[in-house]
């Protein structure tokens, strides 16, 4: 552990990126697997009616629930509706937070001011109280939970947005842009927001994990409005129930979660690498 | 910083461990630790609403009267009473030589501020008020005489006077803390003396040394277990945790999948109580299409198959409903069949024209689908309940939209907003007369939205029925126009499952269904 | 931090923590939910009798006049009574902090250390002098860290609950038993939490990993390894504290999931029960203390930060 390494492996050390640069083949070969298997399973009689709490057989891979409705098929059929819930709030954070962070670390001055405080207010509130407020006053439907988890996620997006924005606002060539005429909102277009994109993206990725927690939560918590329609967090949510008789069917869902989550971040990780 | 922090892990580690060997040793005392569910948001039993309060409460006051299993009523801190033949005025004549814990004597004056206090609209009185109807006036007679005048009719009375949330508390505790605290001071008469309340965490009561009297209801004359604490287990899933790791002695409202799993189990008995009140049922509404047409209102509840229901959800631990009332609620009678029968519903919905086309998975008529929207709680298992009669009733042709609200709130709000099929609402209660507010035209949970006439006078006229006969007659009538015009899907007969340790013996629950007599527990080891 | 960027970041602070108030305060009045409709839940009240009641609990009163009420009575310090059970709401947020604090503090505590020290070991996957069990061991805790992130805490709080039932059976009422019971959600909370703070300070050892000094001080032989990766760690404090000040501000009031799980009445639960009944006043202070904690944790992260960080010192004018 003490040895001395020889002199070119030091120099090479230092410019060395943290991770070989390996092709996730799990993590992709795994989101294939949910993503497709949840197409799949679309046409599916999900609701077909086998016998009640069954372990895990050849018939039934991942057993059989409360009503016996087929776990393996409800799970490829709920990670469908999930990810497609956390993609949504992540393109509304996302969106929502560029914007709002781009304009204030472009903008400068009171406006950026205002915006960076009202994006403070919105910080304060945890992410989970504010998606149960806004639950609270729009009602409970998949659209509200979308709606809640993308307005969660706003407020670190913005302040990426604002340094990256920030950081590209006083480079030379869009002071080279201003000072041939160009107006703020085209600089912001085609000048400010290109360079940011790559940053934003990265997050974007890594922010859609938190995504995905964040709904499952609130579907956890019987938000969600539609019980039939399964869901990740929901499963999860039935399965507590019947623990003592069938604790195989927590099992499902919880780690299918976690396993999605490790392969998102997994990819993001590696499409953000330089 | 690795190493400081095993460090710390360390020290932890060691210190639980001094604790653990330092652990109390059993205590000498015969304490009793009970399960409750929800926590209540206040625990004045004038004042609050809920189910949870009466339990520990039950056994801290006594009432005027006492309600037997057969539905009678027995004396209590009342030793008669009379009735006008008017039905306006009752007489209670009290019995002498019993005082709150506190010391201070019961008598026809601590009756008037009892009373009056649950009646006067500054006190805020979620239940209590509302149970005593068109109660007007106290009068004492004497120390220990009262009569109470009445401005109608009213039958469910004796019913409301029999329950913990008219029991009688002591007006010197009630001057000295005041609507606010008392609940947390609370002095009464009963076996019981209330000791604390922490909100949320647990109560505490006391065996009443002094208790020299008892209504015929409780087989014991002193309480056996000397201290009660309760702890609450909102959550279901943690309940069966709790009796498995010896937390609790007693739990209520257990899953029916852990009660059936633990009934197995020789160290655990399961205590089945059936709740008189309503069962679990879903309300049609008679002014939202498709359900505003009478076939399709019989056809949704000939086509539910109940039994499967009960036996898959509920383990098989609860009868079918077959009333809008549950068979165990003084005045049931049968008015909906319990059996599935899919054969007529498809005949009925075929004959209102809703048809089967080859093109769509579901019923149509002149171009639309058949579709009915489907609201639930999430509690009580409704959600499993409303995805299996989802599950029928596609089978049928009919298309279901399943949607859950999360709370109480929630649900009045999609009542007033009214774009529903079926509802679901259930209250608990001995007195058939809960059904008046569901069925009567202006009821605050008229769900049916129904304006029958029928229904109005043979309510109406229940509840101020003073002859126990007349009001069996009209009540059943009632039942019977309603499951005509078809109102009401009712699933299952709400039972509840109390899951008790071995060693606790002697536990029985009064005629309400929820309210254990907790004077007649006893403990075979401590 | 100089005393002026002190006082202004306190302005801004209390400013804030008062638009956020106000926010929600017209957001939950303007929503469908309705007090009473709780309220009355096993009553059997007629429209009369509610409207009698709507108008005692002065929930008729037009918004504005409500809300300028509301203002007055804060500015006497009185935040109101709850529409439930008429508790000042002053007395059942500090009885239900009484069971949130201390799972709060511990829990943080435990992240705080779980976090460092899983951290440090994840972050010798890319470390060129350690053997390759050892990478291997970090690449897996770096997994379990991203795991750990993604589990949702309903869930993994179940899983711990059911594995202490042989653990509790036999133990009676006592000191040890409550230290056992505040231990579960401890563990749960501490855990999840821990494993996110982990993650930030792996990616910052990481980074410090590949500054030359670190190299050229383990090149030399320089330890114990773990008082290097201290100073290391100084170098990128800052993000892990500015997360460990959000953690804080988060397992205050987003314990919710937990205190439901293991019976617990803590301020987290009370906030989604108010919130789904109506209980505006709750609400609004429990969420205007939330939003405090939040302002107050990031000023003391902050303060912290700048002080074992040179480089984040504000340059004197």
């Not at chain 2, 460090?7 to 330092?22: D, F, K």
């Not at chain 2, 937390?247 to 205590?271: I, K, N, Y």
């Not at chain 2, 008189?276 to 309300?283: M, N, S, V």
Request: net charge neutral; glycine share 8%; hydrophobic share 50%.
């Amino acid at each position: 552990m003490t040895s001395r390494p020889s002199p070119p492996r030091l120099a090479s050390l230092m410019t060395q990126a943290p991770r070989v640069r390996r092709t996730p083949w799990i993590a992709l070969a795994w989101l294939a697997l949910i993503l497709l298997g949840g197409v799949l399973s679309a046409g599916a009689a999900l609701h077909v009616p086998f016998a009640s709490l069954a372990p895990p057989s050849p018939i039934h891979p991942l057993g059989t629930d409360l009503l016996g409705r087929d776990v393996g098929l409800r799970l490829l059929a709920g990670g469908l509706r999930t990810l497609r819930m956390a993609a949504a709030a992540t393109l509304i954070a996302a969106v929502l937070g560029s914007i709002w962070g781009l304009v204030a670390g472009h903008a400068g001055g009171w406006l950026e001011w205002i915006l960076v405080h009202a994006n403070d207010v919105l910080l304060s509130v945890p992410g989970l109280v504010l998606a149960l407020v806004v639950i609270a006053a729009l009602g409970q439907h998949e659209a509200t939970i979308i709606l809640a988890v993308g307005l969660g996620g706003v407020g670190s997006y913005a302040r990426l947005a604002r340094s990256a924005a920030a950081e590209t606002s006083h480079r030379s060539f869009v002071l080279a842009a201003r000072a041939l005429g160009a107006g703020e909102v085209r600089l912001l277009q085609h000048h400010v927001f290109p360079n940011t994109l790559e940053a934003l993206t990265a997050y974007a990725l890594l922010h859609f994990g938190w995504a995905l927690v964040n709904s499952a939560s609130l579907t956890f918590l019987g938000l969600g409005g539609a019980p039939s329609i399964p869901d990740w967090g929901q499963m999860l949510n039935e399965s507590r129930l019947v623990f003592l008789n069938a604790p195989w069917l927590a099992a499902a869902p919880g780690t299918a979660l976690a396993l999605t989550v490790l392969a998102v971040q997994r990819l993001g990780e590696w499409i953000a690498q330089p | 910083m690795r190493k400081f922090g095993a460090r710390v892990l360390a020290a932890g580690l060691l210190s639980c461990g001094l604790l653990a060997a330092c652990a109390a040793p059993p205590s000498t005392v015969s304490e009793l630790h009970y399960g409750l569910t929800l926590v209540p948001t206040g625990l004045d039993p004038h004042i609050n609403a809920s189910s949870e309060l009466g339990i520990p409460l039950r056994s801290v006051y006594d009432t005027l009267i006492f309600r037997d299993a057969q539905g009678r009523f027995v004396p209590g801190l009342a030793r008669a009473w009379t009735i006008s033949t008017d039905g306006l005025s009752y007489t209670f004549s009290l019995r002498a030589g019993v005082s709150f814990h506190d010391g201070t004597p019961f008598n026809g004056e601590a009756v008037r501020i009892n009373l009056e206090r649950i009646l006067n609209p500054e006190t805020k009185s979620q239940k209590a008020r509302f149970m005593l109807g068109p109660l007007t006036r106290i009068e004492v007679l004497d120390a220990l005489t009262v009569r109470l005048s009445l401005s109608e009719p009213f039958a469910p009375l004796l019913d409301a006077l029999s329950q913990p949330y008219c029991g009688m508390a002591s007006p010197t505790a009630l001057a000295q803390w005041g609507d606010t605290d008392y609940q947390f001071h609370q002095v009464g008469t009963g076996p019981y003396r209330f000791v604390e309340y922490i909100s949320g965490d647990h109560l505490t009561l006391e065996r009443n040394p002094d208790y020299a009297w008892g209504p015929s209801i409780y087989n014991n004359r002193k309480a056996a277990v000397e201290r009660i604490v309760f702890r609450f287990y909102a959550d279901p899933a943690t309940r069966a945790p709790a009796l498995l790791s010896g937390e609790a002695d007693v739990m209520g409202e257990l899953p029916p999948q852990d009660a059936l799993r633990l009934q197995q189990d020789p160290s655990f008995q399961l205590v089945p109580v059936p709740i008189p009140g309503q069962p679990l049922a879903l309300y049609l509404n008679t002014q939202s299409p498709p359900t505003d047409d009478l076939s399709v209102r019989q056809a949704l509840i000939a086509s539910a198959g109940r039994q499967a229901i009960i036996d898959t959800i509920f383990g098989g631990l609860s009868p079918v409903a077959t009333s809008p009332i549950s068979s165990s609620t003084w005045g049931f009678v049968e008015v909906v069949p319990a059996a599935q029968d899919t054969a007529r519903a498809e005949a009925l919905l075929d004959e209102a024209g809703w048809l089967r086309a080859a093109s769509s998975e579901w019923r149509v008529r002149n171009g639309t689908a058949l579709t009915v929207e489907v609201v639930i709680p999430p509690w009580g298992f409704n959600p499993q309940v409303g995805q299996m009669l989802e599950q029928q009733w596609e089978a049928l042709g009919i298309r279901v939209n399943l949607t859950q609200v999360a709370s109480f709130a929630g649900l009045r709000e999609a009542q007033a907003a009214g774009k529903y099929n079926l509802l679901s609402i259930n209250l608990s209660g001995a007195d058939p007369d809960l059904l008046r507010p569901f069925f009567v035209s202006d009821g605050s949970y008229n769900l049916s939205r129904v304006a029958d006439a029928q229904l109005d006078t043979l309510l109406g006229e229940a509840a101020r029925a003073s002859d126990p006969a007349e009001r069996l007659r009209l009540m059943a009538e009632a039942q019977q126009r309603v499951a005509a015009l078809a109102l009401v899907l009712p699933v299952r007969d709400y039972v509840n499952l109390n899951m008790a340790r071995a060693g606790v013996e002697g536990l029985s629950y009064d005629a309400q269904g929820w309210f254990p007599l907790l004077i007649d527990v006893s403990l075979t080891e401590p | 931090m100089s005393l002026r960027t002190f006082l202004r970041r306190i302005l801004g602070s209390l400013t804030t923590i008062w638009l956020v108030t106000t926010l929600v305060f017209f957001a939950i009045r303007l929503s469908h939910i309705d007090p009473l409709a709780a309220l009355l839940g096993q009553g059997l009240a007629s429209q009369a009798q509610a409207a009698e009641m709507r108008t005692a609990l002065g929930l008729d009163r037009p918004l504005l006049q409500q809300y300028a009420l509301f203002l007055s009575g804060l500015a006497r310090g009185d935040l109101g009574r709850s529409l439930f059970d008429g508790q000042p709401v002053v007395r059942a947020i500090a009885q239900s902090l009484r069971f949130t604090a201390p799972l709060a503090l511990s829990a943080w505590l435990l992240a705080i250390a779980l976090g460092l020290a899983l951290g440090s070991l994840a972050s010798r996957a890319s470390a060129w002098e350690a053997g390759r069990p050892a990478r291997w061991l970090a690449r897996l805790t770096s997994a379990a860290l991203v795991l750990g992130t993604s589990t949702p805490v309903a869930w993994s709080g179940l899983l711990i609950l059911w594995a202490a039932v042989p653990l509790l059976t036999g133990l009676h009422p006592g000191p040890a038993r409550d230290v056992a019971q505040l231990a579960l959600p401890t563990l749960t909370l501490g855990i999840a939490s821990g494993c996110s703070l982990g993650r930030v300070a792996e990616a910052g050892l990481s980074r410090a990993r590949r500054e030359p000094f670190f190299i050229a001080a383990r090149a030399r032989g320089i330890g114990p390894l773990w008082r290097l990766e201290w100073s290391a760690l100084r170098t990128t404090l800052a993000p892990v504290i500015s997360l460990a000040g959000v953690e804080a501000a988060f397992l205050l009031g987003g314990t919710m999931v937990t205190e439901t799980l293991f019976a617990r009445p803590g301020v987290g639960r009370l906030l989604v029960e108010s919130i789904l009944r109506g209980d505006f006043p709750l609400v609004q202070a429990i969420v205007a203390l939330m939003a405090a904690g939040y302002a107050l944790f990031n000023l003391l992260a902050d303060v912290l930060a700048s002080s074992l960080d040179p480089r984040l010192r504000e340059e004197t004018e």
